[in-house]
């Protein structure tokens, strides 16, 4: 079946550590990818979007996510991760022309855990 | 500029009574969906609507029923609670894609339902 899998269920690190979250999805032809953040108590953000182009992409709070089609990923990555972003990390597959145009596919999420 | 709303925030109710969950989106988006999330699962897609009076199954629909009368309401209604259908539940929106372009969706609040 198709999916959207991100392996790191759980990330603890301290501040100024350097993160990588893992997302790998099974879909094939052309790919909408996302990454939404969901801190505590809160509704999901969107933190950066690949639709075209340059495949390392730039979003809020110093996140950036390469996109790297040979390897069906889009990891999620910052330099140098703050206590404030603790919170749940979701990838979210959009495959226009298997599934609709606005249809999103979700990871399970990645809880990361930042230490101060 | 309210945005998307869902209501209530939070539902205690019964088995086998029925509850409707309510979303509200003020942007005239085309598209709505309803997800619930769940621990290990990630969002799971219920239903989905592309305009008024359009709506189809996503990932997990058994026990639900949505309706879109209005573009901007998409409410879902659990027939008959069970406690499986304990969970949180988002709202999301998002504009009309064009040449196979997925859009970002836009999540309201949520509502944490428990069925006891």
């Known amino acids: 079946a198709q999916s959207v899998s991100q392996h790191n269920h759980h990330v603890i690190l301290s501040e100024a550590a350097s993160l990588e979250l893992g997302c790998n999805y099974s879909?094939?032809?052309?790919?909408?990818l996302f990454w939404y953040v969901q801190y505590p108590g809160q509704h999901l953000q969107l933190l950066l979007k690949y639709f075209s182009g340059d495949p390392l992409v730039k979003g809020i709070k110093g996140f950036e996510a390469e996109f790297i089609k040979s390897k069906f990923s889009f990891n999620l990555r910052k330099p140098s991760v703050q206590w404030s972003d603790t919170a749940e990390y979701f990838c979210a597959v959009n495959a226009p022309y298997q599934t609709g145009a606005n249809n999103l596919f979700f990871g399970t999420g990645t809880r990361l855990t930042v230490i101060p | 500029d309210a945005g998307i709303t869902q209501s209530p925030r939070y539902k205690i109710t019964e088995t086998g009574r029925q509850v409707t969950l309510m979303c509200h989106q003020t942007?005239?988006?085309?598209?709505m969906f309803w997800y619930r999330q769940d621990l290990g699962h990630g969002l799971r897609l219920i239903y989905y609507?592309?305009?008024?009076?359009?709506?189809d199954k996503g990932e997990v629909p058994d026990g639900y029923v949505v309706s879109r009368s209005k573009t901007e309401n998409f409410p879902l209604t659990l027939e008959s609670a069970t406690r499986s259908q304990t969970s949180v539940y988002f709202c999301?929106?998002?504009?009309?894609?064009?040449?196979?372009?997925?859009?970002?969706?836009?999540f309201g609040p949520g509502t944490r339902l428990t069925v006891l």
């Open positions: 879909y094939g032809g052309t790919v909408n």
């Open positions: 609507s592309a305009a008024a009076d359009i709506t």
């Open positions: 942007w005239s988006h085309s598209y």
């Open positions: 999301a929106s998002s504009g009309r894609a064009s040449g196979g372009l997925g859009n970002e969706q836009f």
